[in-house]
């Protein structure tokens, strides 16, 4: 495949568990189009609320969207990324959960910052490092005046393709971001972290109970339902 050189693809799973991550993923993609309109969304839907369904096709139909997905039943994390990344043509590509929402400028201080360190094993994040990885044994200093960090960023990161390629894709497991990360920290790389983060992952800051926040954090430890991936439905509106 021939790849575009200055194109951005972001890769985008969704699952609907209840209606306030329906509603969390429509203000992700309503930022997403105003902050990143000139780039190549590709959504995994992995089988939820119908609804949400309908919503993903019409944008994709009105080529907001470069590629819809819509599989049958709930694939996992980690293999539906991998079906999204599999349809991407950008240089650069993003990779983020469905409860982003973005601050304009973000897409073009990551992409300049890749560009300024071109031999840097590095990926970059717009998010804040969250509280569990501040401590000394993930930090590793600064570049550039951003903060590098082992495992940060694990909702929304953005790479060179050709890092991702000696990265490699998601595996079939219940914290696929999470491993994938621990992956490429085995293999050197870094993630730099934006010195005034312009995202937010808003599954946390809208979660107004503990309950719902326990459903954040074990959903795809406890709902999976692991089916052939040729079960699913495709539209693109590439080219």
């Known amino acids: 495949m021939i790849y575009s050189p200055d194109k951005v693809s972001i890769v985008i799973v969704h699952w609907a568990m209840n209606p306030l991550r329906s509603a969390i993923m429509r203000e992700s993609i309503r930022t997403l189009l105003e902050t ?12 939820g609320d119908i609804s949400d369904s309908v919503y993903l096709l019409n ?17 996992s994390f980690g293999v ?23 601050s304009p400028g973000w897409l ?7 560009n300024r360190f071109p ?7 717009p998010l804040m490092i969250d509280r569990v990885h ?30 991702f390629e000696i990265i490699g894709g998601f595996e079939q497991h219940h914290i696929a971001g999470t491993h994938w990360g621990r992956h490429y920290s085995k293999l050197g790389y ?30 795809n430890r406890t709902k999976l339902c692991f089916q052939s991936p040729l079960h699913f439905h495709f539209f693109t509106a590439l080219g």
């Open 59 to 75: 944008l994709a139909e009105e080529k907001k969207i470069a590629c819809y997905i819509r599989n049958r039943y709930n694939l």
């Open 119 to 125: 031999e840097e094993k590095i990926l970059v994040t």
């Open 108 to 114: 073009e201080e990551c992409k300049e910052f890749l």
């Open 134 to 163: 501040r401590n000394k044994n993930y930090t590793y200093g600064e570049l550039g005046g951003w903060t590098i960090n082992s495992m940060a960023g694990s909702n929304c990161w953005m790479m060179r393709r050709k890092d």
């Open 190 to 219: 870094r993630v730099a972290c934006m010195p005034e983060p312009k995202a937010k992952d808003m599954a946390f800051a809208w979660a107004a109970t503990a309950e719902e926040y326990a459903k954040k954090r074990s959903w």
């Open 36 to 47: 990143a309109s000139d780039t190549e969304i590709v959504v995994v839907d992995n089988g």
């Open 80 to 102: 539906a990324r991998n079906q999204a990344l599999a349809m991407t043509t950008g240089e650069y590509i993003v990779v983020m959960d469905n409860d982003i929402v973005f």
